[in-house]
């Protein structure tokens, strides 16, 4: 296998540091370390192609890392630099897989084999939208997965912000795959004590079962602000050789003098925008970074330097759409990036920024000026000064508000540590006035004197502790269906007991008209994409809904706790989006809004602007979702509907043109084709530069190639104001995770002896490409062949027959899928209707009553328990009960399997409390672990979602 110094060379062009190339020879000899402790701009963010390339490098011949890598910070952030990093290696892996000669042609062969579609699939987790968890897609895909300690750990806690909240769900299969095969990295780690500690415990129980699932899981905590341990890299004794190289020393020994001011709070964003200016009168100051607690002395800040004609300025918050995020950033990225050319002329620039820059930003300022701030933040703040040593001296303003150093002051989100630092960097400003009156801020001038033990944890931000996990947690936790009534808060054990709940998700649509009745069907024909969110606190969320309006006093950080109550008021409602056809997506009022929802909300009520939340801002939202759909790499979709081509453009010929398309589309007839393949090409030479017209020119050439896949994906507005296309999908689409609920039956047709060899295929290859034992491979298998005995169900038959008794009758052999529109919810609501099946009949609990009527069925098990669970809980279900659900009209069920006749009543009582599915639940639980048992489900379902993702894509 190639060297990691090839590799990494191969891959940037350069060599790698000699700490680099020591860390990826002790974790392919001995391991991960407990921690990683280096400086700011020491290029930490190349763990994640020390791990990719770990993952092929076995010099003892077994596999001793994980597939999924995890890279976890606990800060809203713009620009993330470790995504970024994760999908350039993602792609060019792939492009070497398809050439012979390329040096990297091995390492993604290497990745192929161990299962998975691509070589490397890179993936962001932010915010949890429906069907936006490509990341979930395989057991076996070797993946890097940016996202953040909420998403993270809510996942490993069966509990994943964000996800459908319905008991079919995929809580299970997510905590399995989090909890297995991975590799967490916790970035910034002192910013996520309470998450370190719910680590170490749940590294603990993976061990508390009788058979363990014998996978690699690691987590590693990476900071350039830990306690010295053991299991430290660099150890002490090597620090000094792991850091020798010169481009470090260079950006190490940079001079960034800092001078202290302090400003009554009414004057504080005046002075800040006037030590601005001054920084700016430099010789070398181009790029002035400006750093603020709080959200709206940020933007203040802004608008005060709105006045300087000679200067440009921009504005980044966390709490920001990504859409927007990435094209004001791309706008800007050539000036304030690191390793860029400056130039001596350029226009001043002014970026005011609030904590989302400390983590993950690989920017480049010229000067700084930063309110006070813990020394863990101000060195964050400072890694971005002169972040490659290229200017060698620079300067900065640190500037305090009086009120919050003073004595007995206590700041809402940092406490004592405020007053703290401030004092602690009065006490090294030289003395008499001869001496300058700047302190030396960089990396290596101040590692020489910073304090130890108590005084230095005095100056950091405040850290808590997260409470004991116990396994009674667990046991609740992993209850996902149903879940139980009374359940631990995950996000005490992400962020400690004073932190707030989880965010609420928000998406701004135009489209959505005046009868809120009829929002879920509209939102359905475009669902909302990550793209598109973003994530409010949810008491900032209620007063806003309820108010119109609501203080901005917030800062860009994780898990922060309330400053205030919400107004309980229902002025308005919203629509609370838990995906199409499920009950939870309906129109609510403020007090019905709960952590963790997806809300989308009229684009008229304004509360956006281009840089983020902006609360008393009553300008329409931007509607973006066409763009988001774009961004996320899937099916194009356009809206042609008048409000959102209102919205996307000014040119009133091409809306009017647009209309009077859409029209005739409406009107339907033979010439359909060529009026939409009219109104697309107008739209997309008429807004050219927008998502629109990019949507609409690809959705053109889907038109002219394959008509007749697009007709099937027209959808009309409920109110027939429109029409929604959806294209082909695109070829580095990432893919779509289904629930494989009962609209999955309506994908066909398809035999069920051809879906269930196909699953049985999957699941065992699933299974021994993670490395299980082989009895459990064979278990898996087995649960495979059986999953979906009970479709032989005589009422399902005729359902997937569109209740036409008579078709089912006569078919040759039963089947698992139907022809008929899996979006057609009236037509199946009426199949089912027709065909008797009672609404709510679980074909997995009529499974298990077959599997149970001969038991010789589990002869060949290694644990038929374990089989029997599986097939049980492959929707989710059984975790610990079946849905309660009563046959009125009971029939026999009869099936032929391997020359054996199995035979049950459908009204068989699996669903009752004492039927034993609870029982195996705990048994297996006991046996396997919690995210043991929670991936060998995660593995025969996840060969079932993909088994009928193929088979839609042939029909």
Known sequence: MISFADFFETLHGRAPFPWQEMLAERVVTSGWPAAVDLPTAAGKTTLIDIAVWALVTNPTGDRRQPRRIFFAVDRRIVVDEAFQRARRIAERLRHAGEDDSDPLNEVAAALLA????????????????????????????????????????????????????RDGNQLPIHAGLVGNDALIVLDEAHLSQPFEETLAAIGRYRTWSETPISVPWHVVRMSATLDSSDGTFPAAAEREAALDHPLLTR??????????????????????????????????????????????????????????SDADRILLIGRSRPVDRDRLIESWWERIRAGRERQGDERHLYLVATQC????????????????????SLRQRFGRLDRLGDLGET???????????????????????????????????????????????GVRALERRLPAGDELRALLAPRTSAPVLLPAHLDRLAQTSPRPAVEPEPALFLHGDDAEPPDVQVVWRVDLGEDPTRWAEVVALVPPRTGEVISLRLADLRRWVGRGSVEEDLADVEGARELKEPAETDARRVLRWRGPGNDGTTPVGIGEIRTGDTIVVPAAWGGLDEFGWSPTSKTPVEDVAEAAVLASHRRPALRLQPEVLRGCSDDVPAVRLAIEELLKLMEGGDDIRSSLDGLLDRIGAEMQETAIGTAAELLLEDVRSSWDRVRRHLAPYPDNSGLVVIGKPRAASEPDVTDEGDASSFVGPITLADHTNGVTERAEAFAAASGLALEVVGDLTLAARLHDLGKIDPRFQIMLYGGDAVAAATSPEPMAKSGMRAGDRVA??????????????????????LIESRSKLLDTANDPELVLHLVASHHGHGRPFLPPVVDES???????????????????????????????????????????????????????????????SRT
């Open 357 to 376: 820059i400390e983590v993950g930003a690989d920017l480049d300022f010229d000067a700084l000026v930063t309110e006070i701030a813990p020394l863990d």
């Open 114 to 165: 161990l299962g998975g579609d691509v070589p490397l699939r890179a993936a962001e987790l932010r915010g949890g939208m429906y069907l936006d968890h490509g990341w979930a897609h395989s057991p076996v895909q070797p993946l890097v997965c940016v996202s953040t300690v909420d998403q993270v750990g809510s996942r490993l806690l069966f509990r994943g912000y964000g996800l459908p909240d």
């Open 890 to 952: 009971p029939v026999s069920l009869t099936a032929q399997l391997d020359g054996e006749v199995l035979e049950a009543s459908s009204a068989h009582g699996l669903e009752r409390l004492g039927s034993g599915i609870s029982d195996r639940f705990v048994a297996c639980t006991r046996r396997y672990g919690w995210w043991g048992l929670a991936f060998l489900e995660a593995v025969l379902r996840l060969a079932d979602h993909r088994q009928s993702e193929a088979e839609a």
């Open 251 to 308: 950006r190490f020994d940079a001079k960034k003098l800092a001078r202290l001011e302090a400003a009554q709070d009414h004057s504080f964003s005046e002075k800040v925008a006037d030590a601005a200016r001054e920084l700016a009168r430099g010789d070398r100051a181009r790029v002035i970074g400006i750093v603020v607690n709080r959200v709206a002395a940020a933007r203040e800040v802004f608008e005060r330097l709105g006045g300087d």
């Open 395 to 441: 300067r900065a303003v640190i500037i305090a508000r009086k009120a919050s150093i003073a004595a007995k002051a206590e700041d809402p989100i940092y406490g004592t540590a405020l007053r703290s630092t401030w004092r602690w960097l009065e006490s090294l400003l030289p003395s008499g006035r001869a001496k300058s009156r700047e302190i030396d801020l």
């Open 828 to 849: 199946r609501r009426r199949a089912r209707e027709l065909a008797g099946y009672p609404s709510g009949y679980r074909h997995e609990s009529a499974s298990v009553a």
